[in-house]
Every structure is written in C-alpha cells, then in structure tokens.
C-alpha cells in the first residue's frame, strides 16, 4: 500500500527451482481435492516457482528456469483461500487458481518433490499475510500517520 509519492515495492518471499503442473479434473461437487487423482507420474509443465508480495498481496509466479518467462501468475489475496488450496491425500500438492491479464482463471495443480518445498511455499504464504495483517492493524492504531510508518519502514529495511 504505496502513499502518494511512493511507489510500491515487490518483494520476493519464496523461491523453489523445481514444481510440477497438472491439469486437474473439474470439481464434481464440494468434495475434497485429492492429488492421487491427477497424472503425477507425467506433469503437464515444469519450472519454478516464485512467491512475491507488492503491498497486501501475494503473487505465486510460475515461471520458466532457464529464461525466467512467466508461464502462469495467481494474485493470493488471502491464505487459506480459494486462490491456494490444499489437497486431502499430501502435503505436497496445491490446487492453484491463476489468472491472466484479462481477468480470466483457471485451476491447476501444483507440486513439489520434496515435503520441505513445499511447506517453505505454505510458511512464506501464511508469513506474509501474517505481516500484512499486522502492519495494517498499526496503520488503523498510528497517531502519526501512515506517511510516518511508511517512512520507518522504508529506514528500517534499507539497514
């Protein structure tokens, strides 16, 4: 959240050199998502993955390893949420709701090799909205403004 003169920063919070795409089946009902239903023996895409904050949100960036050329993008407005979903069987398996300039969604899945990715993926998400959470509860509490919390901020971070 930029105030006027500032622009608004994009952090990174995550970064992980390996996760699978699947296509995933469409929802029959509101049952659980299960990832034993999808192809993980053949993922449909492969890249890395980037998790990036700019104000409130989160960005989870798909992208190409060796270019770094953005394959999908899904703006995480909340954690847990509808745009990042756990599946019932594993640890290791998303459903991720991306969305593309135009405003349109689709659903994937996502995966990680290894459990310790993926709960850096989970921590980095719940992390940044814990912040999120947190400094706007100061900016509802601050007598000075938040021109004088942006601004000690913005001193903090540069040390």
């Not at 990174?12 to 509101?30: D, G």
Request: aromatic residues 12%; charged residues 25%.
């Amino acid at each position: 959240m930029a105030t006027e003169g500032q622009a608004e920063y994009e952090s990174v919070l995550c970064v992980k050199p390996e996760v699978c795409v699947y296509r995933i089946p469409p929802r029959a009902s509101n049952r659980a998502i299960r990832a034993a239903d999808w192809k993980l023996d053949a993922p449909d895409w492969t890249g890395r993955m980037r998790v990036t904050a700019r104000g409130k949100v989160a960005y989870v960036k798909l992208e190409d390893k060796i270019s770094g050329e953005l394959f999908a993008q899904a703006p995480v407005d909340e954690y847990p949420g509808i745009t990042v979903e756990t599946v019932s069987d594993s640890s290791r398996y998303f459903v991720l709701r991306i969305q593309d300039d135009n405003g349109r969604s689709a659903f994937i899945g996502i995966g990680f090799g290894d459990r310790g990715d993926a709960f850096d993926f989970n921590v980095a998400l719940q992390d940044h909205f814990k912040y999120a959470a947190a400094s706007s509860s100061v900016m509802n509490h601050n007598p000075f403004g938040s021109e004088f919390i942006y601004s000690t901020l913005a001193i903090f971070t540069q040390q």
